[in-house]
């Protein structure tokens, strides 16, 4: 059996990773189901800080299209809604301080997540895009807590779908920090020595 996610204890952090390289870590039911079951497991481990960083060479590509197209009527749509409802609860619920490590592309719901972390790092690399609205679709985190994260800025990122880079979601205010590409971790444990 294949984990969507991936949960390990290194020393006193809880790092999750999305496991899905070949879909550039796209998020379908079983992928929110798991991130909310471990965010609440990273919660309650004798952990102090939560890392959630991707595998492969995205963070997250957002919500797995092909898989909603697959969802066969009212009420299989309302249980993946009520399973990504759940696993943003839990992101709000955080009692310990999360950083999130974009090692690549942050599109969509992968974006989106970000505006719940404490400190982003992100590579050189990393693309950064809320494209929902090309496809007709809402980006639901985006337009409730995008607002209260970045203020107006985050309407440009809504309205017109476009990729930015990490340096121009820096100046955003999406992303902290900005590393080479092979310094990712370097600069995850330089941060977490800062917090602890």
């Known amino acids: 059996l294949i984990q969507y996610m991936i949960y390990e204890k290194r020393g006193n952090v809880s790092w999750i990773i999305f496991n899905r390289p070949e879909r550039l870590n796209a998020l379908d039911r079983e992928s929110w189901d798991s991130l909310s079951k471990l965010l609440k497991k990273a919660n309650e481990d004798d952990t102090r800080v939560i890392v959630l960083t991707g595998n492969g060479r995205a963070f997250s590509s957002g919500d797995d299209i092909y898989a909603m197209y697959e969802l066969k009527d009212v009420d299989e749509a309302k249980d993946f809604f009520l399973t990504l409802y759940s696993a943003i609860e839990s992101l709000t619920e955080l009692e310990k301080p999360l950083i999130c490590a974009v090692n690549g592309l942050a599109y969509g719901g992968g974006c989106e997540i970000l505006l719940f972390c404490d400190v982003t790092i992100a590579v050189q690399s990393a693309k950064f895009s809320i494209p929902e609205a090309k496809l ?38 999406l992303v902290d920090y900005v590393v080479p590409d092979d310094k990712l971790v370097e600069e995850v444990n330089r941060i977490i020595e800062m917090i602890n």
């Not at 337009?143 to 209260?148: D, F, H, V």
């Not at 985050?154 to 955003?172: C, D, M, S």
């Open 136 to 173: 007709g679709l809402i980006p639901p985190m985006a337009i409730t807590i995008g607002p209260l994260a970045l203020g107006r800025r985050i309407n440009r990122l809504v309205l017109t779908g476009e990729a930015i880079t990490a340096e121009e979601a820096k100046i955003l205010g």
